[in-house]
């Protein structure tokens, strides 16, 4: 505009400079899956807890919706006009909650947001049973996250309206594990149909005993058993899983092995889930070395690397302009897939989809 | 929707515990209140502060507007699309600040938020006459909480869009008491109308010189003079008034009793107002054997508790499934009391009431 | 309502106590400017961080549709519908975050608010490049407060969408100029086309080699150097200007003074331009008695005062009720400024002005 020294990115409009794998628009995944939007009915006025909760196929038409909403993000009529959101972070969170209220603004509804534990009546000593009789009066969906893995349960007895767990301590983080799905199956359509020629062989490098993530991704990658090869956790110290949980997986098919390292696996990969390490304490930092990803490292050729975000030092930024990267799609998706759920929690999916209206 | 095991809450829609007292929609008392609405038109730009600027028409017309909206809260064309709330909690506060927010976002309207003192100009030491200022440039209606009861007073020196006073120290809370009122016209219409066959024995746990839900809800009580048989104030030590107080409510008509102590007292009372003991101070907090609620209460039948929440011990939670539980309709009220008064306030009740248009 | 003693300001609908200067909708401005808002087109998607990017051609246009605004404020069709906006507020502010919410809301937008640090992923160590990816998925326009001057830059190497910078560190804070040079322009008019008969003599209290705000505005002022007789720099010790950029501003053509006192220049100005002396340190707060301003200050007849606020001691409350202030009619105008800005950078100006539509 004027002869002002200027750096290179004001001097005109805005230039992306790379556009990463998974970021286009997903008509492959939207064309490939049945159109069968009922599903979405059994949602309806329903608490979203843990991913024990979803079946195949009420995966698959959460994603399917979604994908239609990402090839056509315009809605010609906001379902959510007039409904509130109360989004309640106990625990500090930028990146699910902002994800979850531009979800539910897109949808056309209003926020309550409640961001510091200290100004609140819980502060005060109010009980959760109160705030969730409360909330119920406020809003019509409650977004909870709290440190304390008991809160949701404790709302649950009260609240008149559904409320979705968007972690609690280390327990369980669904909608998490709701977005990873969607970003592989943009990636591969046919692994949703459990049909693709190849058995997929998933690494998960974390904890699932102790990282809210990894134990809600893994319970739904047993609804796609049919589709994994085998699921390898990579987790440098002893027994990864809680009693009873790697049994139960086990008993719905999924096939797990445990590796303490790395190295000799990761070019046997085809999907590759790395968590922040700094979560999971004293172990994991001291091997930082092991787990890392960046550039140079020994990925299978159109392998694709996931992470929940936010990164620490073990996923470098080297890892972001190479076709490995599909952890950006996976954060992208997720304001896509929270979209279909909310609007299905509320009893609104027959306003974007083909579905009888309840009324 | 699969086999996982699932606490039972999370097996199917929601199913509310219990349908608690007061919580259905209030047609007796639409059918029963006068329908005046241009007495609301006093309360255009004006602002509310204290519980003093009220007279009995207009809470009657309040709260019956209040009624008409939770009859039928679906309004076709919302009256304040297109108008700011600035909520700007200097005290913090969740619940009565979710409690306006939810009434404006359910009017239509937009919100600006300050719930952080310390990020505030205040803290850079500004003065609320220029915080004032500024407000009246970004917003249409700004809600106050403040622990100095003198800072309303100092912002309406320059505001030029109308203030409520959600909590101003000690001093006053007029919405609060509005929504009081609103419970008790509920749960008995002619109340509302002074022309039910039995007076009111109503007592107040609590210290109307140090609680500001009390002190406004006296003020609002003495306009209903007619229909209170007399209002005992339970409050353990010494004299709970402030000097001149306790006259000028007599003047008005208000038959006012002190006790000590509960025991005697509460087989009498058709309505037990309690307040949180944690706010009062020492003595109240030694004596909780004798000033708390709970199932094994000695309360009369077919009495009513009420209760400003947040609740501490003196609420036992065992009176929430009784129909002594009134606290609840209480707290779900007041966001229609507040829709109802917002839309006045801002000129546009004729969107939601048949009155003429100020234009 | 009632008899009840009340103080004289809630005896009935708010009474502005005074009307200041400036306050009046500024038709004269948008008459004497020419119709030019294809310029505007120049912000679409494009980042505003440096007062260097704008020529004058477009600060004019910007200003003539912050008066059309002003003049007309209820928008018939609200532009921004459905678009997100995420003011990020990294060092805490209330007034302009306020500001630009408003002006967001008033576009018919809706807001993603990150007020608190401590709550972001930023605090567990997230990179601005990762921060700027996540907010490129969930908003369509970023606003940035940082205390750091890097951060912006950073983040614009990895935005996808536009961001403006609402003050990083000591360095910018370009639309806090562009209020100022629209309080200017409605105050003379003819000083936007430089056809003003007399050149105006500026005084700016303050360091622009330590205020982000004296920076920016001399570098709008130096746009339209055909109108400034002279800018008098008032800075009580030592070399105010980073090297270079005083020879900057003097190469595109504007006379700068620097004096040491305020005293003898005071009476020969036309427009005052003071800061808070708390951001400058210590040396101004020693002499605050000679560079503070109150209604005894010898200002020049006519003359006007601006400040962009929060104020300190060295404003006095005296001169609000004077013709001299500015001020508040500088802040009541950056937010119709900020809403011509943000329509501009979302390529919806065509909604608004008469421009062709980019589709």
Redo the contacts between chains.
Sequence with gaps: ??N????P??R???R??SRHAGIERPQALLDGLPDRPEALL?L????V??A????RD?VVQLCRLAASIEVQP?LLR?PLT?K?L?TA?YE????TR??F??AW??L?G?I?????P??????????L??VA??FS???DVVVLRDSDERSV?QM???????IINAGNGIDEHPTQALADLYAIFKWRPGFALCDSGDRLRVGVIGNPGKMRTVRSLL?LLS?FKDGVEEVVIINPAGEPFDPGDREALERRGLRLRLEHRLGAVLPLLDVVYINSI?WIGDSFERLTGDISLNDRSALKSGAIVLHP????PELD?SLDDTSHNWY?SQ??GA?FVRMALLTSMVERVHRIADVRSPD
Aim: glycine share 8%.
């Design positions: 505009m004027t002002w020294k200027l750096p990115l004001l005109g409009p805005i992306v400079r059994a309806a006025n329903r608490h807890v843990s024990k909760q979803f079946d009420l315009s906001p007039g509130i109360i972070f500090p969170s930028t990146r902002l994800s209220e531009s603004h897109r056309g209003d309550l947001s409640i961001t510091d200290a100004t609140t009546g819980i502060a005060k000593g109010e009980s049973e109160d009789e409360m009066n406020y809003g349960y649950i007895e009260t609240l008149r309206v559904p319970l609804l700094a975000l936010a990164r620490g930024v950006f954060a992208r304001t």
